[in-house]
């Protein structure tokens, strides 16, 4: 009896397969996130270039 719920216990794929999508999601969302980080880093970084290109810092007066 006990060897056969043990073995019906290892034999279920249903809960190892949410727990598969959940990590895919997981990663997914991970990516994402890391994606879009760097890509608003360097759309930052363009509008700084742009700004002080049109509003250049006066000198500055010793």
Do not use: W
């Not at 809960?15 to 994606?35: D, F, H």
């Not at 270039?49 to 500055?60: D, F, H, S, V």
């Amino acid at each position: 009896m006990i060897i056969s719920r043990i073995k019906c216990f290892f034999s279920d794929v249903e809960g190892a397969t949410a727990i598969e999508y959940s990590l895919l999601a997981a990663l997914i969302g991970v990516t994402i996130a890391a994606g879009a980080t760097t890509l608003g880093t360097a759309i930052n970084d363009k509008f700084d270039a742009i700004g002080k290109a049109l509003n250049p810092e006066p000198p500055k007066v010793p």
